[in-house]
T-cell receptor
Framework: DAGVIQSPRHEVTEMGQEVTLRCKPISGHNSLFWYRQTMMRGLELLIYFNNNVPIDDSGMPEDRFSAKMPNASFSTLKIQPSEPRDSAVYFC???????????????FGAGSRLTVL | SQQGEEDPQALSIQEGENATMNCSYKTSINNLQWYRQNSGRGLVHLILIRSNEREKHSGRLRVTLDTSKKSSSLLITASRAADTASYFCATDSGGSYIPTFGRGTSLIVHP
């Protein structure tokens, strides 16, 4: 397995533009997580899917952020419109977690580094 | 919000020495995990310890958990330059089992 695949690896955009980040989890993993990493706030959970259903989106900063998981092999995180404070590294991670009955051991992607000018 | 907090924030040692990092947390947990992150990369899982366990080993790694003190430690023995990375603890609690990460310890191992 190639692991968790994220794209793009780097994105530089201007304030107000739409940004779409993509993630392909490990085949067979039923849980998917989006985290954001910044120097100021560390690693923050944005949203968590189990069996393609969003379970916890309390970490999504505001309505400008949205995430979808249309099938078990693909998820997107969209920011519209983007702002300079959204600049961060966005990580996708997947796990075999069984939706609440055991530990989620996460396999992370390489991350998408977003810079909003 | 962070549940676990690592200590120290930064650690600099010579190759061959042992490195010890600590993680403290606030509320009762189900599990605690340690991850490593090399510069510019994603996090990599190292070891999981459950709340009813006190110690686990994996190669040169030793993790302890003291639930009475709400703390864990990660010991890397005979460190190597390749161990240079940031190390994070992650805890989950309650019924969600969603890992919440600390801010990490930055370890530099000098050859």
């Amino acid at each position: 397995d190639a692991g968790v695949i994220q794209s793009p690896r780097h994105e530089v955009t201007e304030m107000g533009q739409e940004v779409t980040l993509r993630c392909k989890p490990i085949s067979g993993h039923n849980s998917l997580f989006w985290y954001r990493q910044t120097m100021m706030r560390g690693l923050e959970l944005l949203i968590y899917f189990n069996n393609n259903v969003p379970i916890d989106d309390s970490g999504m900063p505001e309505d400008r952020f949205s995430a979808k998981m249309p099938n078990a092999s693909f998820s997107t995180l969209k920011i519209q419109p983007s702002e300079p404070r959204d600049s961060a590294v966005y990580f996708c991670a997947s796990s075999l977690g069984s939706g609440g009955s055991g530990a989620n051991v996460l396999t992370f992607g390489a991350g998408s580094r977003l810079t909003v000018l | 919000s962070q549940q676990g907090e690592e200590d120290p924030q930064a650690l600099s040692i010579q190759e061959g020495e042992n490195a010890t990092m600590n993680c403290s947390y606030k509320t009762s947990i189900n599990n605690l995990q340690w991850y490593r992150q090399n510069s510019g990369r994603g996090l990599v899982h190292l070891i999981l310890i459950r709340s009813n366990e006190r110690e686990k080993h994996s190669g040169r790694l030793r993790v302890t958990l003291d639930t009475s003190k709400k703390s864990s430690s990660l010991l890397i023995t005979a460190s190597r330059a390749a161990d240079t990375a940031s190390y994070f603890c992650a805890t989950d609690s309650g019924g969600s089992y969603i890992p919440t990460f600390g801010r990490g310890t930055s370890l530099i191992v000098h050859p």
